[in-house]
């Protein structure tokens, strides 16, 4: 076993593997860019080398600086987590000939792997299933538009060189075919370094199931079942389980000798994913075709941790070291179920924009452990993966995710039930994420009655996004009795700094001026003669009353108000409260009516940048004439294109910026005259 080990990585799975690796008596060493001089994976690792500016090109990427670290602190092996160096096989080869171990497959295995099209071809030859489409060297614009048609639409256009849902675009119709190639090759080239895609038949009603598999340096192959992965937005994943819901053990056996057989054909080391669409025919029954391989551990790889009891990051390091896998096929078992969400920081009332900001208030669900606890599998709990703490920021250089909320129970109604508890438990201010709508996801009609499909989200659209289970009258009840409770523990010995609303004739009524939801409303406050608060909201009014609790952060009280009590948890930044119960989570801004009445009630013709990021594209020009959601710009944050839209029909006045522009988050981006 190797004595110490780089890890090439960031963020929560430079974390994860850094925790197996101290459990295992291996120092660790971080790289880390100007941005993450002081994030977690460092403060996790034994020792910690700069690498670069925060950029990824400018650090992660930089894979020589991350060979000279190995070398200058005395590692034996480098671990690349997954994204960044994962999968070149430039990196791979370089470690070797540094006489570094790099943990993961051999550099001729991610090459087959790497270009799409390339493996295609492999896998066909090694009588693996294959979805009907085009996996050709030429990229004429043409041709490839003469394949899709071919093929009959929609067809899925892919980045050949691509994975993580990135170069990649749904098309319906022919019309749409040639733009949305345009887009999809600038993705790719920005991302992957190369614009060559793949044209394939768009399945219907497809489900997204993958199958874990980990070879050795002996010839030993096996696969650890599969995970469900077709909750998905923009092709990235939302929620993971495993094992599939309505897995046969028949179909079960069938996909994973075919991903042994992939493996094989590529002689495979290490641990590595199989990925399947599975297409679900009106009559009954599914049927499987192979998407592509990620050669390196993934994103949800805890889902088969849960199920098996098996911790995957150590199977890496001893299969590395030389050793052969720990259990054999048949050793192998499935015990109750798993599902993984993912945290991001996200608008998804916003089409998922992305979010930037601090984490000024990040609380986590307690945890359990998923080790094998006896003989009859693992225990049931709760998991998470981060690699932020309270006080981070989550930046625009990096992915969205904040961390990996992992449940585990002996049914799927069971882990469910947990997952839904534990999200309700994860408290988040300080920048939007999509942990409301991850609720939504699983309280749905679809996923609770595991009817799968990557179209999952936009059928259940009408109770996924802006749904707010706390309602106003909670939310006002909320911001009301914290201003209270904060007023009283400012009270000083005297009577008269006493805020209790005494008075010796008539009765003290005060007035609280809010939004909610984009729309001014007020409330006021009675206090009367026997002590109790009488709150008055639209032409309802009640009696409110709240119990403080103990708390460590924020205000934690138990709330009645119009028959409803709840176990209310807020905190207000600047005008903002925070309110969080387990109907849910939701903002009320407390106004000072004041401080607010010269402001504007809009921005007129100014169109803003909705996130920081890079101008890659205008769609207009000074004096064209627009419509009301057309597409006017395309700028690039986190990874990801994203469109931005006209709010209103108008007239173009002025464009601000040029493509390549960095932009903030609220910059003018152009200006439309209204029509």
């Given at each position: 076993m190797f004595n110490k080990i780089l890890i090439a990585n960031r963020g929560e799975i430079a974390c994860r593997v850094a925790a197996t690796a101290r459990r295992m008596g291996v120092r660790t060493v971080a790289?880390?860019?100007?941005?993450?001089?002081?994030?977690?994976?460092?403060?996790?690792?034994d020792e910690a080398v700069h690498i670069g500016g925060s950029a990824p090109k400018d650090s992660y990427l930089q894979w020589q600086r991350i060979l000279d670290a190995a070398k200058a602190t005395g590692a034996q092996a480098i671990h690349p987590g997954y994204g960044f160096l994962s999968e070149n096989e430039a990196f791979a080869s370089a470690c070797a000939e540094a006489g570094l171990v790099f943990i993961g497959p051999p550099a001729s295995a991610i090459q087959a792997m790497g270009l799409k099209a390339e493996s295609k071809r492999l896998m066909?030859?090694?009588?693996?299933?294959?979805v009907p489409g085009y996996h050709g060297a030429d990229q004429d614009p043409h041709m490839l538009q003469h394949e899709a048609d071919r093929i009959g639409y929609p067809v899925l256009i892919k980045a050949s060189a691509g994975g993580g849902g990135k170069g990649m675009r749904a098309v319906d119709k022919a019309e749409d075919f040639a733009a949305a190639l345009a887009s999809c090759q600038r993705e790719a080239r920005n991302s992957f370094g190369s614009d060559a895609v793949l044209v394939e038949k768009y399945a219907q009603r497809p489900r997204h199931i993958e199958i874990q598999v980990f070879g050795d340096t002996h010839g030993n192959c096996v696969y650890l079942f599969e995970r469900d992965c077709s909750v998905q937005r923009r092709h990235q994943k939302v929620l993971e389980e495993a094992p599939a819901p309505g897995m046969t053990p028949e179909l079960r056996a069938q996909m994973g000798l075919a991903a042994v057989a992939a493996a094989r054909a590529v002689n495979y080391v290490g641990a590595g994913t199989v990925e399947f669409i599975v297409e679900q025919p009106p009559e009954g029954g599914m049927r499987f075709y192979f998407m592509e391989m990620n050669t390196r551990l993934q994103v949800e790889h805890p889902v088969t941790e849960a199920i098996t009891g098996l911790d995957l990051v150590e199977w890496q390091l001893r299969v590395a070291s030389g050793e052969p896998l720990p259990l054999k096929q048949e050793d192998l078992h499935i015990h109750g179920h798993a599902i993984e969400a993912r945290i991001c920081a996200e608008t998804p009332d916003n089409q998922f924009l992305p979010a930037t900001g601090r984490l000024d208030v990040y609380r986590k669900p307690a945890c359990t452990s998923f080790e094998r606890a006896d003989g009859n599998g693992p225990t049931a709990g709760v998991r998470v993966d981060d690699g932020v703490r309270e006080g981070d920021a989550i930046s625009p250089f990096y992915d969205s995710m904040v961390a990996k909320l992992i449940v585990h129970g002996r049914t799927r109604a069971e882990a469910l039930a947990r997952l839904d508890a534990a999200l309700a438990q994860t408290r988040i201010v300080g920048l939007s994420t999509n942990v409301q709508f991850l609720r939504h996801v699983v309280a749905s009609p679809s996923f609770a009655q595991a009817n799968l499909d990557t179209a999952l989200i936009p059928r259940e659209a009408g109770v996924l996004f802006h749904?707010?289970?706390?309602?106003?009258?909670?939310?006002?009840?909320?911001?009301?009795a914290q201003t209270l409770l904060a007023e009283r523990a400012s009270e000083g010995q005297d009577p008269f700094s006493r805020r209790d609303g005494w008075r010796p004739h008539g009765l003290t009524v005060r007035r609280f001026d809010f939004e909610y939801q984009g729309t001014a409303l007020q409330a006021s406050l009675t206090y009367l003669h026997d002590g109790a608060l009488q709150l008055a909201l639209g032409g309802v009014s009640g009696l409110l009353a709240f119990d403080a609790l103990p708390a460590q952060n924020g205000t934690l009280m138990d709330l009645r108000f119009l028959g409803q009590r709840q176990t209310v948890q807020t905190w207000q930044r600047e005008e903002v409260v925070h309110v969080f119960c387990d109907l849910g989570a939701t903002q009320i801004i407390e106004l000072d009516a004041l401080a607010h009445a010269g402001e504007a009630a809009h921005d007129g013709g100014r169109l803003t940048a909705p996130m920081p990021g890079k101008v890659v594209s205008f769609a207009v020009k000074a004096g064209d004439a627009v419509k009301k959601g057309q597409p006017l710009a395309?700028?690039?944050?986190?990874?990801?294109?994203?469109?931005?839209?006209?709010?209103?029909?108008?007239?173009?006045a002025e464009l601000l910026y040029a493509p390549g522009d960095q932009v903030a988050e609220g910059a003018e981006l152009l200006k439309i005259q209204a029509a």
């Open positions: 790289v880390y860019s100007d941005a993450d001089a002081s994030a977690k994976h460092v403060a996790a690792c066909e030859s090694a009588g693996v299933p294959l749904q707010d289970k706390v309602g106003l009258n909670l939310a006002v009840a909320s911001a009301v395309v700028m690039e944050a986190m990874k990801m294109e994203h469109t931005i839209a006209a709010p209103a029909d108008g007239t173009v």
